[in-house]
């Protein structure tokens, strides 16, 4: 079956401006996470959702960022009044369940801010 | 956030050549997992680790889940120029926020054919 996906899958941006990065997980996946990945670094992660409610949204670096999900389908996350330090991989994972379930990771989107 | 410690950062060799990496933490976690990375794609899961002393294999590769929950090693037997990318180690800690991943800061691996 299809796997996860994310758009757009580049984004350039002028500081200051919002950006917004969608994630669609794979089919009857109920959790779903955010992580970004900043040049020569691992994953940080960012949000974690279960259904459309995010329990942990501890890993959000500022207000400038937000996520939603819609029921156990897609997810946006925000970045407003974007930064350069902004500019990363942003990627989503998702799996069947939340702890020791695989995740499964989208392809990302690679953010610049100018 | 905390990071896993992944070492080597990167590694050069041969075609032929294995090759070891590993992780270590100050922390238990209960689950070792093993990620590679191809250029513009995300993570994919290579070998996942449930229990301390596990070893695991998955074609030439072989991982093993410390003895003292803090620490994992991946190795790759007779690379191939395919084996190219980067390897991250990654684990979920133990206690209520035990779906969220820890991520080593990558061993970037080129293969000399």
């Known amino acids: 079956g299809a796997g996860v996906s994310q758009s757009p899958s580049n984004k350039v941006t002028e500081k200051g401006k919002d950006v917004e990065l969608r994630c669609d997980p794979i089919s009857g996946h109920t959790a779903l996470y955010w992580y970004r990945q900043r040049l020569g670094q691992g994953l940080e992660f960012l949000i974690y959702?279960?259904?459309?409610?995010?329990?942990?949204k501890s890993g959000l670096p500022s207000d400038r960022f937000s996520a939603e999900r819609t029921g156990e389908s897609v997810s946006t996350l925000t970045i407003q009044r974007t930064q350069q330090e902004d500019s990363a991989v942003y990627l989503c994972?998702?799996?069947?369940?939340?702890?020791?379930?695989?995740?499964?990771f989208g392809p990302g989107t690679r953010l610049l801010v100018l | 956030g905390q990071q896993l410690n992944q070492s080597p950062q990167s590694m050069f060799i041969q075609e032929g050549e294995d090759v070891s990496m590993n992780c270590t933490s100050s922390?238990?976690?209960?689950?070792w997992l093993w990620y590679k990375q191809d250029p513009g794609e995300g993570p994919v899961l290579l070998i996942a680790l449930y229990k301390a002393g596990e070893l695991t294999s998955n074609g030439r590769l072989t991982a093993q889940f410390g003895i003292t929950r803090k620490d994992s090693f991946l190795n790759i037997s007779a690379s191939i120029p395919s084996d190219v990318g980067i390897y991250f180690c990654?684990?979920?800690?133990?206690?209520?926020?035990?779906?969220?991943?820890?991520f080593g800061k990558g061993t970037l691996l080129t293969v000399n054919p």
């Open positions: 994972a998702s799996s069947l369940g939340a702890g020791r379930e695989t995740q499964y």
């Open positions: 990654a684990g979920h800690r133990s206690g209520g926020s035990n779906y969220k991943l820890t």
């Open positions: 959702f279960q259904g459309n409610s995010a329990p942990d």
């Open positions: 922390s238990i976690f209960n689950t």
